[in-house]
């Protein structure tokens, strides 16, 4: 595997090897010192041209356990205000030594059109509307440990609600979920939902509430709306919010996720700890695992795992 910038690119059969490989790196995380040799002289760079703090934390963290050396560029104290293009950007930090690019941005494609500029891996951290593949594969992780399966997701019944049309979660959830047997069904409004549908949709959270194994809530990006998509927040909540009503309709089996950042009262009006079936802090430890294995899939070829204490 050279890059990671879609779960399409890599297959079920890479998202299956990243999964167990994130097993292993959960371990790693469980010692005292959660610092392994894997990847020493390697060199990763998070390049983010859009806001992040778990994707880039987590990526600099899983970096650093693996002993590669990090280097972080974020665009407002960059010379990109002056003027510097993406493509000299990247040539730029490249001549440095770099190993892997992880890259954010508002532009759907960036990180195809950035892998013909270097020859270093290319990981996608979010690329505007399109693809988030990190995201999908830390929320299968979730999912997959929570309702203690070993392999794929078969049978489980997944609702993905909300923004769907802005939202490259929720492009790259469907992706993994059905790449792994997983049933998907998109709830919104017929105005955030995408023009088609990869799976089927239904704008009544009511209806399959009570038969979900998970219930994946998106956040409303109000950043990404362009023009008046729902009557208010308040109407949206009502229909597509995790009430408690709705919460107590749940099976006790069901997960509730959310890749965050969470609008506190607009997807969510209950308080998430006091979920029994909430794993969204789950979600957020699982990420540097996740990056774990795909920064040592990605750099780490030919080597020894070199993971033991
Ligand atoms: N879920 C996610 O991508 O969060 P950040 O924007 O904080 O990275």
């Given amino acids: 595997m050279k890059h990671l910038r879609s779960i399409a690119e890599v297959g079920t059969e890479g998202v299956l090897r990243l999964l167990d490989l994130t097993d292993t790196m959960v371990e790693v995380n469980q010692r ?23 994707t880039r934390l987590s990526f600099e963290t899983a970096a650093k356990r693996l002993s590669a050396d990090v280097m972080t560029f974020t665009v407002k104290d960059s010379s990109v205000n002056k003027g510097e293009s993406l493509r000299d950007t990247i040539e730029t930090v490249a001549a440095m030594g770099v190993h892997a690019f992880v890259i954010r941005h508002g532009s759907s494609g960036v990180p195809w059109q950035v892998s013909r500029w270097t020859t270093a891996s290319i990981i996608n951290g979010g690329d505007g509307w399109h693809a988030h593949p990190t995201q999908a594969l830390l929320d299968a992780y979730t999912v997959r440990t929570a309702l203690g399966r070993t392999g794929g997701l078969d049978g489980l019944h997944v609702a993905i609600v909300g923004d769907i049309r802005h939202s ?10 059905t790449a792994l047997g997983a049933e998907v069904t998109l709830v919104a409004p017929a105005t955030l939902l995408p023009p088609v549908a990869p799976v089927p949709t239904t704008d009544d959270l009511d209806a399959v509430i009570e038969k979900l194994d998970v219930l994946y809530l998106l956040r409303m990006q109000r950043e990404r709306m362009t023009e008046a998509l729902v009557p ?32 506190r009262g607009v997807e969510i009006l209950v308080e998430p700890s006091e979920l029994p079936g909430a794993v969204i802090t789950q979600q957020v430890a699982n990420g540097v695992a996740v990056r774990m294995a795909v920064l040592f899939e990605l750099l780490g070829a030919g080597r020894d795992m070199e993971i033991d204490e």
């Fill in 32 to 54: 005292p010192n959660p610092k392994v040799p894997a990847l020493r002289g390697k060199t990763v760079c998070n390049l983010f041209y859009e806001d992040s703090t778990r």
């Fill in 232 to 263: 208010s927040l308040r109407e949206y909540s009502t229909r597509f919010g995790l009430t408690a009503e709705r919460a107590r309709r749940l099976p006790e089996h069901a997960l509730v996720m959310h890749p965050g950042p969470m609008n």
């Fill in 168 to 177: 490259r979660v929720a492009r790259s959830d469907v992706e993994v979920f």
